[in-house]
Each structure stands twice: as structure tokens, then as C-alpha cells.
């Protein structure tokens, strides 16, 4: 009797020591951080941009684990340089994927470096939170399975200048129009379109604009003369520059050195009017136009902070729309990751379709391409900073034409 | 049309000045020394930002800050000599090739450390303005620009031919031993030669950064520029350099002003590959010509 006592009472310590062990390795696992890993190309011809992306990224990091983390847990980011080159990135997304294990993945930088990764991260079923790149063809083909913040893709790129065009009285409108777009896959469907839908070459005719000049430049294009001399020759009063952030400063310089003032001209491809480089052209950068998904002075939530942040801490006036674009594809994981309750990927997206995210960029919901709704502002750059135009709603100033 | 002409032609010159002074430091070091310095380029950049602090910090005008570097860069491009290519100057080419590059990437990396990789533009009071010649409209940076990398070329070209240590030079290019054995310290020479490409390549940097936005991951841009200068007007000369920058310059504008400005590039490449098949040399032959 006594050894059988003394028998259930050793069973019942095993037990209750197995219990407490199983229960301290789930909450060890639950301890673990939440892993979520991406690339940028910090060192490279996109690390410009790059670096903004870096800096939401850091700033959202320890907010988020100040909120307490996701699910209980911490949050680490596992963010790797991939050297603004698609084939780096090949291999630092299946490490993160195969070794890193990453819970979450972000995309890369720009769709040059984005294209490339994103068959790797389809044949591992994971969610692509793209708040890097746009691309229809790839969102198309990603079947829902890309969620993106960018407000609008490379088709709608130049609608907002256009929607703001035909805001105009006739006489105020351009008549002849030159077009610069940089040989990328991205510039280049931002002049053509997509699936005939949308492109710079289509807003154009639909216009009634007379296209005067079209022409394209290699990457490694140093200097922009003869292609502006072009544009000024054919009396072309509106310039359509579609490309990235050094040629569209070179571009613009080089218009003020020829002294032509077409009456309209657009940064039409990267939104670089709110980079820093940009105030710094001085008179050149003056009545540039250029598109952005939102806008401190919309408020929405999160913004004002953001552009505080980069004021302050990044020792810049003017807020990049890359910024805008990293905060709310954080702000879409973070409400999303709470609001499904779990990391699983089928219920994530399940959610995610059927929710309205407050973001940076707005109220949100995602089409079934993974894109939201379109929307843009139209910003102008008058004395010295942006200003938005367009549409009357939003604006924060009248747009100066001559 | 003429306007057009006029205007390609004057643009093309000046261009080709600046293109000039880009080659004429990597076309000193490579065609007396041999050694193929790739970190030309990051030189270049260091000129740039040299140029930006100056401009940021005491309001130095870059045109002076050209005239500054001249020392500055000479200075360092014989600490680089002194420390790093004695090293490597008669190893095998590769290893200075190598070399090279890595220095190339340490420069561009401690740029991205220090002014980090946001572009940068240097804006003075003559930068967005022209001036009219008939209806050909120029811009005041690049005549400003081409007038200082004439001076420059004008200067290597006077002191490597008047002056006793640029004979000693060019004899150093032409017979290296014979050099040596005529009693010419070589070494010292030598030291004297690579700061100023160093010198040149910083001065080109002070002139690029006048007239271009600049950054470091820019900067390798500018070494296929040189590159093209050296290789079409032959390493190690001066004038030939000079017409080499002129000759890219012309054919550029040229180029850009009458065919799709998508085969600028091409057309100056199948140029640049052109020379080196009918020429059937490559860099590895420089010292055979003479400065």
C-alpha cells in the first residue's frame, strides 16, 4: 500500500515537473521574437532611397516593441544590404526564407531588385509585404499573394498631373509635350502603360497634346544636355522626366541652365521632389511637379509624426513619400498580425482582404491584385518646398503657372 | 538648325574639356607607371565632397577650392603611393589591380560613412545661370568648369615638358632602367607623379561637382569616362589626352543632338571597342608609348 502511495506520488511529480517544463518551453517559444526580414539596398545606386526606408523601418522596430511587440512577443527586423543588386537579393531572401526562418517578409527597394526575389518568395507560399516597389505585371502575376502600400502603380504614375490638366481652363493647358524615361523596366511602363491601361504616352494624346519628343537614356547617362536642347528645340512647353533621383536632379539643372522654361515639368517617375538633394538645385527646382501617395498636412495617422521624426532625427524639412509608403505597409502588418490573432499566412491574408487599415497613406483596403485603391496628391515645389495642388480637397497651395 | 549646330558644337567643347581633365590624371599614372588605378574614380568623388564642405562650412567658392586641391590631393595621392602601390608596383598586374579596387571601395564605403549616400548639389550664384552666344544659349558652370580644366591640362602639359622633374618623368615613361642608371631618383619621381594624378583626379572632382549632383555610388560612372579618354587618345600624353576629351565631347553632343539619345552610349562604346581592336593593345602596353 505504502509503495503504492509513494509510486502515484512519484507519478504525479513527473507529471507536474513535465507540465512545468512543456509550459516554460511554450513560453520560451512564445518569448521568441517575431523574425521579419527583408533586403534594401543600402550600398548601391538605390541607396538613397534605401536609407529612408532604413530609418521607418528602425523607428517603427523599437515603437512597436515599446507597444509590447506582436502577439505578445518582441519583434526583431532582419534587414540585409543587398547591394542594390537583383541577384544579391536572390540570395539574401533564401537565406532569410531557408535559414533565417523569417516570420514575415518585407520587399525590396525598387522594382528592379523586386522582380527578382519574388518568384523565390512564391515558391515558399509566404505573404510579400511590398511597400517597396510597384510593378502591375508582377502583382498580377503574385495573385493576391503581394500586399502593397504603394497608392498607385507605374500606369497612374503621371494621372494625378493629368487629372490636374484638364482641372485647367484650355488656354492654361500644354500644347506640346517632351518625354525622357530612363531604360528601366519601371520608367518604361510609367511612359507606356500596362495592358493598355493608363501610361504617360496615353495621358498625353488623351490630352490632345501634340508629342513632340520621346526618347529614352541608358542608366549610365552623366550628362542631360542634348536631351534637354531636344525637348527646347521642339518648343515643347511641358516636360515629362520619368526616371530616378540623380538624372531627374540633372535634368532639372540643365532645363534652368538652358534657360527654357517649359510651363509644365514633372518629376514624373521617382517622387523626388521630396527628397533632400532636391531643395538644394536652388532656382532649378523651382514649379517642378511631382506625384505622392499622401501628405503631412492630410494627417493621417502616424504622418505628422513620421514627418516630425525625419525633421529632427534625419535632419530633413521635407518628408520622402518613400517614408510614407515604408510606414504603412508596417502600420498594415502590425493591425493586420493583432487583428488575425496569428502569423499564419492563409488567415493573414484572409484578413487582410476583408479589413480597412488606418495608415500613413489613408484608410486602406487592398483589391484582389494585392493594390490598393487609387489615390494621389499632386505636389508643386514653390519657394523652397512642396506644396500640394491637386486636388482642390488636399491642396495647401495654388500650383504657379506661367 | 544652325542655332542647333552652334549649340551642339559649343557644348561638345566644353564638354570635352572636362572630359579631358577626368582622363588626364589616370592617363599620367597609367602611361608612365603602368599601374590601371580604378579608384581614379573614387579621387573624383573625394574632389566633389572636398569641393561641398568647403562650399557648406566657409562659403570657399569652388573655383578656389580647385585651386586648393591641387595640394591636398597631392599630398595624398603620395601617402597612397608611399603606402600602398610600392607595394604592389611590381607585383603582378593583377594583384595592383586588385589593389586598386579594394582602395576604390574603401574610399566610395568611408564616403557613404561620412556624408552618407544621399545625393548631394553644389549651388553657387553663377550655377543656374547662361549667357547667349547668337541663338546658341551656354551655361556660365561649364564654361567656367572648361576654362579650369584647360588651365589644368595646360599646366601638367607645360611642367612635364619645362620644367627638369616632368623631363625626369617622361624619362622615367620612356626607359624606366635607363632612368634609374642616368642617376634620376625614380622612386621619388614616382611619388612625385602618382600625387599628381592624385592632384588631377581631385581638381576633375571640384569641376564635376560644380556642374553635377554627385554622390558616392556615383562616382564609378566618371571612371568609364576616363577609361574612354585614355584608351581613344593614348596613355601617358598629355595632348593627346586633351584631344581625346575634345574629340568624346563633339561626338557625344553630336550624337545626342541627331540620332535617338538611346544610342548615344552605344556609339561611343563601339568607338572605345573599335580602338582597341584596329590599335590591338590593351592596357597592359601602356609604357610603350612616350609622354
Redesign the interface.
Known sequence: MKSLKSAGLRAALIAAAALLTANAVVQAQEKQPILIGGTLGLTGFLSEGSADYKAVYDRWNDEVNKRGGLLGRPVKLVIYNDESTPAVAQSLYSRLLDQDKVDLLLAPFSTFVGGAVLPIVQSHNKLFFNGGFVSMAMFTNAKGSMIGTYMYQEPDYPRGLFEFIKSLPADKRPKRAAIFTYQSPFPIVVRDGYNGYGGALRFVKEAGIELVVNEQFPANTTDFNALVQKAKGANADMVLHIGQLNDSLQVARTIQQQDYKPAFFCTCGSPVTSIAAWAKLGAAAERAFSGTPAWPTQKHPGLVELSEFFKKERKQDTLPAYAIVAQTILQVIEQAVNGAGTLDQEKLREYIYKSEFKTASGNIRFQENGTPVYSQLLLQFQNGKNEVVFPAKDKTADAILP | MG??VL??II?GLL?GLIYAGIGLGLSLILGVMGVVNVAHSAFIMLGSYFAYELFRRAGIDPIISAALALPVFFLLGSVVYRTLITRVEFTGPTQGLIAMFGLMVLIE?LG?IVW??????L?THY????FAIGPA?V?W??VLAGGLALALIGAAWVFLHYTLTGRAIRAIGQDRDAAAVLGINVHQLLTILFGLGIACAGVAGVLLGMI??F?P??QV??L??AFLVVVLGGLGSVANTLVAGLVVGII??F???FV???F??LILYTLLAVILIVRREGLTSVARRSI
Open positions: 542655332a542647333q549649340t551642339v557644348d564638354l564605403n557613404v552618407t549616400t544621399d545625393a548631394r548639389a549651388t550655377t543656374n545661370t547662361s544659349v551655361a558652370v561649364k553635377y549632383p554622390s555610388g556615383g560612372f566618371w568609364a569616362w557625344q553632343t550624337a545626342g543632338a535617338p539619345f538611346e548615344v552610349y
